[in-house]
């Protein structure tokens, strides 16, 4: 994936946990809000690129698993030992949650990690580090 696609998916993200916030697009924010919509985007900015490297491993196998859902649960269903079903009854969150230990472990992209960089410059250097460096 370019530089341009990843730009384009955090943007979207961060837009999506802007309107959960009430942040504004720019202008005078508060600081403790912003902190934390950009942890959350880069939370789901890695659930997203964890999801694009299991797709893409998955479609390999010839299975074509298409929302960032059906890879959560393929995934669950794998570590777990979970049926579908009860994977399926999870939501979302709950299924990345169940996933904590491999997402922690998830190494994104040398151009993720760039994108990363440049869009937590906001946050003190000594928060975006450790948010970062850990699947550098």
């Known amino acids: ?53 299991w797709r893409y491993a998955y479609q390999s196998a010839a299975f074509s698993l298409i929302s960032e859902r059906d890879v959560l649960i393929a995934r669950a269903i794998k570590a777990h030992h979970w049926t579908p079903g009860i994977a399926a009854s999870l939501s979302n969150y709950d299924l990345a949650l169940s996933l904590i230990d491999e997402l922690a472990a998830f190494k994104l992209t040398e151009m993720a990690i760039h994108v990363s960089y440049m869009n937590l410059q906001d946050l003190p250097k000594a928060d975006y580090q450790a948010l970062i460096e850990p699947h550098e």
């Open 1 to 53: 994936m370019d530089k341009a696609a990843y730009h384009s998916r955090w943007d979207h993200i961060e837009q999506i946990q802007r309107e959960h916030s009430n942040l504004p697009e720019s202008g005078v924010e508060n600081r403790a809000a912003l902190h934390k919509v950009l942890t959350n985007t880069f939370r789901e900015f890695v659930i997203t690129c964890y999801c694009d490297y």
